[in-house]
T-cell receptor, first 114, second 109 residues
């Protein structure tokens, strides 16, 4: 596609439920990043993929968060047993293989945990 | 990780005015980007500028990597320039971009 796409655009869930967020990167981009942005805040790094592997998982806030990437393309971020503090906008970005690291962002998924 | 600081945190401009936004970073970086987050939350790429100066219309940016700062210039501001401007730095030894806390710009007619 022409840009990074994410789905769903909005997700409302009840506390304790699991959610899956999807990211489709720009075709040919081997690097993929997940970030979280709480209301009125900056971006918090979650995880980075190069191809299908995740050399940097340092930003995942707890073991309830996991992510995978298959076929070097689509990535899924899963949050288990959601908590109210997980409410945020989850943003995905992709870039060409290093050192061409200019990131391009998707529109985000707004997650609300009731 | 590195510290990325942006100033000013908030800025209100009259339409037509010029402004300079600053981004300081605490370590050597091999990449720096400027983004504009519009009112709908979309992050729009402005500049990919690890060093030097670039211009795009009314916007220009300069990064002085040896002195660890970058500047974003907005000339003849328009109401559509309103939003939050972020800089993000990639350290030489890592894969993670570190974002500043942003400058919130409001341009009034």
């Amino acid at each position: 596609g022409a840009g990074v796409s994410q789905s769903p655009s909005n997700k409302v869930t009840e506390k304790g439920k699991d959610v899956e967020l999807r990211c489709d990167p720009i075709s040919g981009h081997t690097a993929l990043y997940w970030y979280r942005q709480s209301l009125g805040q900056g971006l918090e790094f979650l995880i980075y993929f190069q191809g299908n592997s995740a050399p940097d998982k340092s930003g995942l806030p707890s073991d309830r968060f996991s992510a995978e990437r298959t076929g070097g393309s689509v990535s899924t971020l899963t949050i288990q047993r959601t908590q109210q503090e997980d409410s945020a906008v989850y943003l995905c970005a992709s870039s060409l293989r290093p050192p061409y690291n200019e990131q391009f962002f998707g529109p985000g998924t707004r997650l609300t945990v009731l | 990780g590195i510290q990325v600081e942006q100033s000013p945190p908030d800025l209100i401009l009259q339409e037509g005015a010029n402004s300079t936004l600053r981004c300081n970073f605490s370590d050597s970086v091999n990449n720096l980007q400027w983004f504009h987050q519009n009112p709908w939350g979309q992050l729009i790429n402005l500049f990919y500028i690890p060093s030097g100066t670039k211009q795009n219309g009314r916007l220009s940016a300069t990064t002085v990597a040896t002195e660890r700062y970058s500047l974003l210039y907005i000339s003849s501001s328009q109401t559509t320039d309103s939003g939050v401007y972020f800089c993000a730095a990639l350290v030489n030894t890592g894969n993670q971009f570190y974002f500043g806390t942003g400058t919130s710009l409001t341009v009034i007619p």
